[in-house]
């Protein structure tokens, strides 16, 4: 078996497909070693085991908060993916490409609908403002 080299594969994936950034791939990558880990540590130290679109799609959300935080949003924005159906374009990108596998039952169709990019990347790290309680304080901001 020929040693293959992840970075001139995913050359040929980008001259093919440019919507991501080449970044994007990385992302998945990293989040899916990420996600068997944590599955595999969850289930008494096993093995990493494959898992299903719905489980990297919730992997790749807490691997994006844990290591990007207020940043996700933006960061994914950046190398256009914004939503769950991206990841899955990447994801399969990379299995037409041999770099990842699949199980007969595995589809893009498992990263549709998976979370709201807003949701889960935005609003947890908005600030909500109150509303001033002291008069005091009140009749300042209404003086010119």
């Not at 940043?71 to 990842?100: K, Q, R």
């Not at 807003?118 to 509303?131: D, M, R, T």
């Amino acid at each position: 078996m020929q040693p293959f080299d992840y970075n001139e594969i995913l050359d040929q994936i980008l001259d093919k497909d440019d919507r991501y950034h080449r970044d994007a791939y990385y992302f998945i990558r990293e989040g899916l070693d990420y996600t068997q880990h944590k599955l595999a540590k969850e289930a008494g130290g096993k093995e990493p085991r494959h898992i299903s679109g719905q489980e990297l799609t919730n992997g790749l959300r807490q691997y994006a908060i844990d290591n990007y935080g207020p940043m996700t949003n933006t960061l994914l924005n950046e190398w256009n993916v914004n939503s769950t159906e991206d990841f899955g374009e990447i994801v399969f990108n990379l299995v037409e490409n041999n770099l990842l596998a699949k199980t007969e039952t595995d589809s893009r169709e498992d990263f549709a609908n998976g979370f709201d990019f807003h949701e889960a990347f935005v609003v947890p790290y908005q600030v909500l403002s109150k509303p001033c309680s002291d008069d005091k304080a009140q009749g300042k901001l209404n003086q010119k």
